[in-house]
């Protein structure tokens, strides 16, 4: 199985500051048809997981743009640009280029 | 509005069984690969199935196979999961939800399962 990681494990972060979250992957999520299958998901308390980004860096449907994502092959990264006190959760990257499909341990964030 | 339903979750003994129900409202079902995820308490997400549109082709989390089996019916919209030889480590929040371009874009709010006597 694919191990994914995630760093910070915890991140708090003062209102309107950048945030950065890595993930990284225990092989190369590159599938044989070329496209990489790696996304992202918010899970705020209480509800259930939402989708931010897409196949490493698209944002999905109504997604705001201060959310951005990064990487290639086993390393990859969840910006956010300024943090509103909406974005307090947890964040989990997630693969879907082999099953079983696993997804990191989480990165919680909360404000200061 | 696209959404996702789940129900049947409840108490259940170790070594009993459960079956859970999602039905999809507010898009075409059929054409969709769905998946169920779970969440343990104050834990991280874990995939657990996967069903593609066919009904046919089905996928499994090692810890899970050969005592859950997934399925869905089209015609009624419905995904099912069903479980049987339970153990306490099952217990969590079970996810339905819709694969989209091998991402997870649409979510249930979950059903919650606890296996315990």
């Known amino acids: 199985d694919i191990v994914m990681t995630q760093t910070p494990l915890s991140s708090p972060v003062t209102l309107g500051q950048p945030a950065s979250i890595s993930c990284r992957s225990s092989q190369s999520l590159v599938h044989s048809d070329g496209n990489t299958y790696l996304s992202w998901l918010q899970q705020r308390p209480g509800q259930p997981p939402r989708l931010l980004i897409y196949k490493i860096s698209n944002r999905f449907s109504g997604v705001p743009d201060r959310f951005s994502g990064s990487g290639a092959g086993t390393d990859f990264t969840l910006k956010i640009s300024r943090v509103e006190a909406e974005d307090v959760g947890v964040y989990y990257c997630?693969?879907?280029?082999?099953?079983?499909?696993?997804f990191g341990p989480g990165t919680k964030v909360d404000i200061k | 509005e696209a959404q996702l339903v789940a129900s049947g979750g409840g108490l259940v003994q170790p070594g009993g069984s459960l079956r859970l129900s999602c039905v999809a409202s507010?898009?075409?079902?059929?054409?969709?690969?769905m998946h169920w995820v779970r969440q343990a308490p104050g834990k991280g997400l874990m995939w657990v199935s996967l069903i593609r549109n066919d009904g046919i082709t089905t996928t499994y989390a090692d810890s899970v196979k050969g005592r859950f089996t997934i399925s869905r019916d089209n015609a009624k919209n419905t995904l099912y999961l069903q479980m049987t030889s339970l153990r306490a480590e099952d217990t969590a929040v079970y996810y339905c939800?819709?694969?989209?371009?091998?991402?997870?874009?649409?979510w249930g709010q979950g059903t919650m399962v606890t296996v315990s006597s």
């Open positions: 939800a819709r694969d989209w371009y091998h991402a997870i874009d649409l």
């Open positions: 997630m693969q879907a280029t082999q099953f079983p499909h696993t």
């Open positions: 507010g898009f075409t079902f059929s054409p969709y690969w």
